[in-house]
């Protein structure tokens, strides 16, 4: 579905990713993992194109995407959920929803709010309630919902349980095991080791903009050197 190949981006004189390379088979959840700066942002923003100075080849469903615009990849279907949610603060929920609606596309889950309600019950309760009048938990739901109202074939989803209360947590992760079931396609950067082992297939570990590791979460879990090195804090 996604193949990144010798990624490179920069901003600026600043080099901050050096020949990345992951990839995502359809219907698999995989988890970008690193510390904070370690580059997991930028990689999902360069994938999207919102990165000026990006190089390297990017593939989605076929199509080459590498040089294509933020809207050209996005009509393509794939979705990205940013980790500052950028929800409608004045618009409802409801209203929130429809600003993601697109046609259904072949290959993809089909999701309409009645559907999204039933992954996100919280969501359910308040249809009319303004985007601002939400907690960030909520509001990470509605982000998410959104995007998922474009039915696309992929979603990047960047840090989804980033300063969520753990109650809120579990819930995300019983929602992207959802996800899955219905054969959407995520990937997914995290800090947190724990929460992506509950959700992901494989991973790849970022640090410094340098891909250090990439395979099934078992092998992660098993490999103490890579996480000592590269993810303890």
Not at 90 to 96: I, Y
Not at 172 to 191: F, N, P, V, Y
């Amino acid at each position: 579905m996604l193949t990144v190949e010798a990624l490179n981006a920069y901003y600026g004189r600043a080099h901050i990713l050096s020949d990345v390379a992951l990839q995502a088979g359809r219907g698999e959840v995989v988890a970008l993992i690193g510390r904070n700066g370690a580059g997991k942002s930028t990689t999902f923003k360069s994938i999207m194109g919102l990165v000026d100075d990006r190089r390297g080849r990017i593939t989605f469903a076929g199509n080459d995407i590498s040089r294509s615009a933020p809207h050209e990849i996005a009509r393509l279907g794939l979705g990205y959920v940013p980790e500052d949610r950028r929800i409608f603060t004045d618009l409802t929920v409801m209203e929130n929803l429809e600003v993601g609606r697109q046609r259904p596309r072949e290959g993809a889950p089909e999701w309409t709010p009645e559907r999204l309600f039933t992954l996100f019950p919280n969501l359910a309760e308040m249809r009319g309630r303004l985007g601002g009048g939400m907690s960030g938990g909520e509001q990470q739901m509605l982000t998410i919902a959104r995007t998922l109202m474009g039915n696309p074939l992929a979603i990047l989803l960047d840090e989804p349980s980033e300063g969520l209360a753990p109650r809120i947590v579990e819930m995300m992760a019983h929602a992207i095991i959802g996800l899955k079931a219905e054969g959407q396609t995520i990937i997914l950067s995290e800090q947190n080791l724990h929460f992506a082992g509950l959700v992901s297939d494989r991973a790849h570990v970022i640090e410094k903009g340098r891909i250090r590791f990439g395979g099934t979460m078992r092998e992660l879990a098993a490999d103490e050197a890579v996480r000592r090195a590269y993810l303890t804090l």
